[in-house]
């Protein structure tokens, strides 16, 4: 339970503090200035639209794709069911908010630079942490290690950290701290929060709106019930969810002008977490 579930959350800020000590000490205080001198937005990243023609490309177009259209490509509703490896209808990108661009929105910028990552008892490769989310955030069967479509995640996932400081999780990484909650997390008092701040948009029921026809998936994913995330995902744990819906929900609020109190953050997901979803899969390994 808990942590556990994301062993690399924890080893990922030790690598960060080695990394940065490391370098610090390598490279001298000169070049370090040189590096976090410059007034460079990581976050920043032209879409690969704009990007010329070209196979390397191609790939790199067709994992952005499946980032913000997750469920057309590789969703439950895929158009090609021979790829239906998630058992959803998520995007990607409904959790890493704008693509793996949005600064504590659990981003992608670093993660290429950053894996493999060392865990507690083990060696975690990106393409592993990628099926993590498969079989977790999107409730699904793990993507073949040597398929286009992980090729092509991987691919989106180098290019937007080309340039960033090599093994460093830049500022943003990860979701925004929180404080532990004053009072004990309420389900109760988070069914209020929900209900004045969530509803509108995911729903009394929790399942979200669906996206225009012929579009497939939603345009507001569900939170709970038979097509969210499953028992097993990182926002199934309430410290991920309020870090998470602290900094970034009301959606169109950002970390730098949330809207829940902490207090709010950590009872709406206390709600959120007393609701059914599917099961933890199998244990794998
Ligand atoms: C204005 C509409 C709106 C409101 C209000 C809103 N959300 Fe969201 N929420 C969204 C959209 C849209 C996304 C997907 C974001 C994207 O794809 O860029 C989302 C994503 C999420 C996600 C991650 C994806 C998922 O399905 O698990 C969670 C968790 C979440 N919202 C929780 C909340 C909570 C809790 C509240 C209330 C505090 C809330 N939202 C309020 C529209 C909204
Ligand atoms: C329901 C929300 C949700 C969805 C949907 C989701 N993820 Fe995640 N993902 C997370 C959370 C939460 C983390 C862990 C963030 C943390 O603890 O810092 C994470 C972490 C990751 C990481 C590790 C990033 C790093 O640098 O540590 C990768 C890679 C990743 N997800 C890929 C994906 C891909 C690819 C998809 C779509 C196929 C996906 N995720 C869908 C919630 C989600």
Same mark, same amino acid.
């Given at each position: 339970?808990?942590?556990?579930? *994301?062993?690399?959350?924890?080893?990922?800020?030790?690598? #960060?503090? $080695?990394?940065?000590? @490391? #370098?610090?000490i390598?490279?001298?205080?000169?070049?370090?200035?040189?590096?976090?001198?410059r007034?460079?937005?990581? *976050?920043?990243v032209?879409?690969?639209?704009?990007? +010329?023609?070209?196979?390397? %490309?191609? &790939?790199?177009?067709?994992?952005?794709?499946?980032? @913000?259209e997750?469920?057309?490509?590789?969703?439950?509703?895929?158009?090609n069911?021979?790829?239906a490896?998630?058992?959803?209808? $998520?995007?990607?990108?409904?959790?890493?908010?704008?693509?793996?661009?949005?600064?504590?929105?659990?981003?992608l910028?670093?993660?290429?630079?950053?894996?493999?990552?060392?865990?507690?008892?083990?060696?975690?490769?990106?393409?592993?942490?990628?099926?993590?989310c498969?079989?977790?955030?999107m409730?699904?069967k793990? &993507?073949?290690?040597?398929?286009?479509?992980?090729?092509?995640?991987?691919?989106?996932?180098?290019?937007?950290?080309?340039?960033?400081?090599?093994?460093?999780?830049?500022?943003?990484?990860?979701?925004?701290?929180?404080?532990?909650?004053? /009072?004990?997390p309420?389900?109760?008092?988070?069914?209020a @929060?929900?209900?004045?701040?969530?509803?509108?948009?995911?729903?009394?029921?929790?399942?979200?709106?669906?996206? /225009?026809?012929?579009?497939v998936?939603?345009?507001?994913?569900?939170?709970?019930?038979?097509?969210?995330? %499953?028992?097993?995902?990182g926002?199934?744990?309430?410290r991920?969810?309020?870090?998470?819906?602290?900094?970034?929900?009301?959606?169109?609020?950002?970390?730098?002008?949330?809207? &829940?109190?902490?207090?709010?953050?950590?009872?709406?997901a206390?709600?959120?977490?007393s609701?059914?979803?599917?099961?933890? +899969?199998?244990?794998?390994?």
């Amino acid at each position: 339970m808990g942590w556990g579930r *994301y062993p690399m959350r924890l080893s990922g800020k030790w690598i #960060v503090r $080695l990394v940065a000590l @490391v #370098v610090a000490i390598a490279v001298g205080v000169g070049a370090g200035y040189l590096l976090w001198g410059r007034a460079k937005d990581w *976050y920043d990243v032209a879409n690969p639209a704009t990007l +010329p023609a070209g196979e390397e %490309n191609d &790939l790199i177009r067709y994992g952005h794709d499946l980032i @913000v259209e997750t469920a057309a490509n590789i969703g439950k509703s895929a158009r090609n069911p021979a790829l239906a490896y998630a058992g959803n209808d $998520l995007n990607c990108t409904n959790c890493h908010i704008n693509a793996g661009l949005r600064p504590f929105s659990a981003p992608l910028v670093s993660t290429y630079t950053t894996y493999p990552m060392m865990t507690d008892d083990r060696v975690l490769t990106l393409a592993e942490r990628i099926n993590g989310c498969m079989t977790r955030s999107m409730n699904g069967k793990p &993507l073949p290690e040597d398929g286009r479509e992980m090729q092509a995640f991987i691919a989106y996932m180098r290019y937007i950290g080309l340039g960033s400081p090599e093994g460093v999780r830049v500022a943003g990484m990860g979701l925004m701290p929180l404080k532990p909650p004053a /009072e004990d997390p309420s389900a109760a008092r988070g069914e209020a @929060v929900y209900a004045e701040n969530c509803a509108r948009c995911h729903g009394a029921d929790g399942k979200g709106s669906p996206a /225009e026809p012929p579009q497939v998936g939603y345009a507001v994913p569900p939170l709970w019930g038979d097509d969210a995330y %499953n028992a097993a995902a990182g926002m199934a744990d309430i410290r991920t969810a309020a870090a998470f819906v602290r900094a970034n929900m009301p959606d169109g609020i950002t970390w730098l002008d949330p809207m &829940l109190s902490e207090q709010q953050a950590w009872d709406v997901a206390a709600y959120m977490d007393s609701k059914p979803r599917p099961p933890r +899969p199998p244990a794998q390994d």
